[in-house]
Every structure is written in structure tokens, then in C-alpha cells.
């Protein structure tokens, strides 16, 4: 076993400090990872504040990671010492069920392992994420990343990326689609960005009027306000697919009623309480309201080509390791354009 510095969470009320946890020996199949960036999702803080239940104490978060191979095991052929990769939400899976053979991981009807708070596969541990230094990980679950782009920024296309790419890939969003993105955060800036890169008409649903220029930079082609109920009335029976990104507590009929028939609403955000859900802006247009995780391992893989092949990459403001707690605070207040990522260098 190895010893490494990390960052974790004692318990629900308290702030993140330094910490030490075991990694295990690199395996015959394992890749061991120096970890160089670590993006700062909002599951993350569900997480460390037990908003979802079931946190483990002490827990270290963090699944958004980009690094480079330091060992590799005997049978490991993909990879090898110095190579750029990163890691995503998960770790395992079962590997036999019928999602995992159809490149569906992240579905795996056993329970796939997730990348921290989660029993692994052999239910004798539990998962530890990236705000550490090191991490160890089958090969099968270890992505390439390409060295175009500054890794910085691609960190955060492990989760915030995968997240909304692979909703627009199973939906089949095209060129001609009239998309809505609600909540411009994380995973909201990279919606837009892919979306519009996929050819859709893509509209920026907000409350926030000061969001407007920001959007339009990120690429949206309209920017509408929700606050006012007369332009609610006119937006009614316009798009074909709405993109709902917001963690918060939020009503989701609000925006039923602007899809056109056989309209898509599609939930990414995990909010902590059950929203009620009318039925009869579904039954009344056809309209389908759904929800989507990450995407499988092969599909990540797709994703992270396409946005080196497109030049795409998260907006995000550096951090050292000793600002999470004050970076939490501020995620939860929207300040950040667009998501935190830390320079893992500086557990060192």
C-alpha cells in the first residue's frame, strides 16, 4: 500500500484539511496516476455535505482528473510511463451485465464503482477521489487525453463534458434543433458550447439578466429571461430540447410548456429535494421529461477526441488545494465562470 497527501472531509459539518490515505499497490491490469489537475463539481459538495446520504467520513471527492502514468501493471497495454490521461466518475463496473457489454458502465445494473464514496468491486474498500495526489485505476476505466489542448481546462470534460455530450449524442441533437440550456454553470457553459458545435439553435434560459453576454460568448444564439411571465407565454411550444442543468431546488412544469409535441426535457442536475411534477403538460404534448448520467467509458473516450478535434475545452478559475472550502462557498453562490479546478501541485 502507499501512503499519499490528499484532501478530505471528516465529517458533514466540517471543512475539507489535509489528509493521508492508502492507495493500493499498482495490480497486473492497474495504472497508477500522478494527478495533476482535479476539477470541483457540485456532486462534490452534495457529497462532502452528505445532501444525497450515504457519505462514508472521511471522504476524499473529486472525479474530474488529468495526470500522467507513473506505473503500469504486467498485462497493462494501452498505456505506458509519462502518457497523458485522465479518469472520470467511475472506476469499475461488473464488466458482464448487458449495459456494461453494450459500453454502458455507467448503468451497470450490479452497481459500477465510483470514482470516491463507493464500495469497489470486491466490496472490501471504499473509493477515494482526486483532491489527492496519486490514484490507482484499472486499465479499462483509464482515458487518453490529448496534449492540444491545456489540461487545466480539460479536467473538468471528465464529468461537466461527458455529462452533457452524451445526452446530445443518445437524442441525436443536430443541426436545425431548437435547444434550451437552463442554468449557466458548469455543466451549463459546456452544453452550450457542445450544442452549438453540433449545429443546434441553442437558447440560454436564465433569471439573470447579467448572464446574457456570457452566453453569447460561450455561443447561444438567444438569450431569454424566465422572470417574466409574458415572455414565459411567448417562449410556449418552441423547442425541441431543453438541457436542465441546475442542481437548486427548482419547479421543472416551468419549462415543460416550451417544448414543442414530442419535446425532450432533460435533467442533469441533481437538486437534494423531489420536485413535483405535473401531468398534464406531458400528456398534453406528448412531451418527455428524462434524465441522463455520465456517459460510458467508450463514449468519454469519443467525447474528449471530439473536443480536441474541436478545440473545446471548460472555462475555469485556478485554484491551490488549500482554497476548496472557499471554493465550495462560492460554487454554491454562482461565482465562478465556470468551474474550479486544482493545481494538484500544490498538495506538494
Known amino acids: ?175 436545425g434543433d431548437k435547444v434550451a440550456v437552463v442554468g449557466l454553470g458548469g455543466l451549463g457553459h459546456m452544453a452550450v458550447k457542445l450544442a452549438a458545435s453540433m449545429g443546434a439553435e441553442v437558447t440560454m434560459l436564465s433569471r439573470s439578466p447579467s448572464k446574457e453576454k456570457d452566453a453569447q460568448e460561450l455561443g447561444a444564439h438567444h438569450f431569454e429571461l424566465t422572470t417574466d411571465p409574458e415572455n414565459m407565454k411567448k417562449l410556449a411550444n418552441n423547442f425541441n430540447f431543453i438541457i436542465d442543468t441546475v442542481s437548486a431546488e427548482h419547479d421543472y412544469s416551468e419549462y415543460l410548456n416550451l417544448l414543442r409535441t414530442d419535446g425532450v426535457m432533460i435533467v442533469l442536475g441533481a437538486p437534494p429535494t423531489p420536485s413535483a411534477v405535473p401531468a398534464f403538460p406531458l400528456i398534453l404534448g406528448r412531451r418527455s421529461l428524462v434524465g441522463s448520467l455520465v456517459g460510458g467509458i467508450k463514449e468519454t473516450q469519443e467525447m474528449l477526441d471530439y473536443c480536441a478535434e474541436h478545440g473545446i475545452t471548460s472555462d475555469v478559475e485556478m485554484i491551490t488545494i488549500d482554497q476548496i472550502n472557499e471554493a465550495y462557498e462560492r460554487t454554491l453562490k454562482a461565482d465562478v465562470k465556470y468551474r474550479f479546478v486544482i493545481d494538484m501541485a500544490s498538495l506538494n
Open 1 to 175: 500500500m502507499n501512503n499519499v497527501k490528499a484532501y478530505a472531509a471528516k465529517a458533514a459539518e466540517t471543512p475539507l484539511a489535509p489528509h493521508h490515505i492508502d492507495r493500493r499497490e499498482p495490480g497486473a491490469d492497474d495504472v497508477e496516476i500522478k494527478i495533476l489537475y482535479c476539477g470541483v463539481c457540485h456532486s462534490d459538495i452534495h457529497t462532502v455535505r452528505n445532501e444525497w446520504g450515504g457519505t462514508q467520513y472521511p471522504v476524499v471527492p473529486g472525479h474530474e482528473i488529468v495526470g500522467k502514468v507513473t506505473r503500469i501493471g504486467e498485462n497493462v497495454t494501452k498505456f505506458k510511463a509519462g502518457d497523458t490521461v485522465g479518469v472520470g466518475c467511475f472506476v469499475d463496473s461488473c464488466g458482464h451485465c448487458d449495459n456494461c457489454k453494450d459500453d454502458l458502465e455507467q448503468y451497470c445494473e450490479n452497481g459500477h464503482t465510483q470514482t470516491y464514496n463507493s464500495p469497489s468491486q470486491d466490496k472490501k474498500t471504499i473509493t477515494q477521489g482526486g483532491y489527492s495526489s496519486h490514484i490507482v485505476v484499472k486499465e479499462g476505466f483509464v482515458l487518453n487525453v490529448s496534449d492540444k489542448l491545456p489540461l487545466e481546462k480539460v479536467a473538468p470534460l471528465l464529468c461537466a463534458g461527458i455529462t452533457t455530450y452524451s445526452p446530445l449524442k443518445h437524442w441525436n441533437i443536430k443541426a
